[in-house]
């Protein structure tokens, strides 16, 4: 590995430390924070679905970006934007779920109900949005990844079969 792969990867796996760390407050604080919400806003299925799509993307996000790095298939410019692209996903989810957080606890917004479940249904929309788009970009790029790896086996055999003279 060079230098910038190795930079690639420390990047990934210190994101990955963040995210742990942060998810595990990220869920005692949503926990706390229903004390005393409306029942109807505590209850919705939006809101705990959110929570499960944003722990699928980082699942995701942690086992894609794992193997994209160990398939050596990626260029390091290839390796730093798709990075970038699911890093600006985390980002997204989390101001997403921040702002959950701060709808569904009771002193934050001088906000109606019926204003805070817009907003919640909002919110969701676009999670699973991106829970989508997470599955789709991270499939896309573990299958280039494997027909580079296809087409470097297929030179391989030929060049074992038909040696140059």
Known sequence: MCSSDLRIARKGLTLIGNIKNGEFNLHRDFFSSLKGINPKIK????VADMITARVKIIGTYKTSFKKILDSDQ??????????AVFKKLLDDTAASLEELLTLITAANYQMS?????KRIEELYTGMQDNCGFVQK???E???LGAQRMKEKQDMETSRALYPVL
Do not use: G, K, W
């Open 43 to 46: 209850n919705m299925s939006q």
């Open 74 to 83: 990626f260029t390091p410019s290839e390796a730093e934007y798709i990075h």
């Open 113 to 117: 109900d019926d204003e805070r479940i």
């Open 137 to 139: 970009f991270s499939n």
């Open 141 to 143: 790029i573990l299958v």
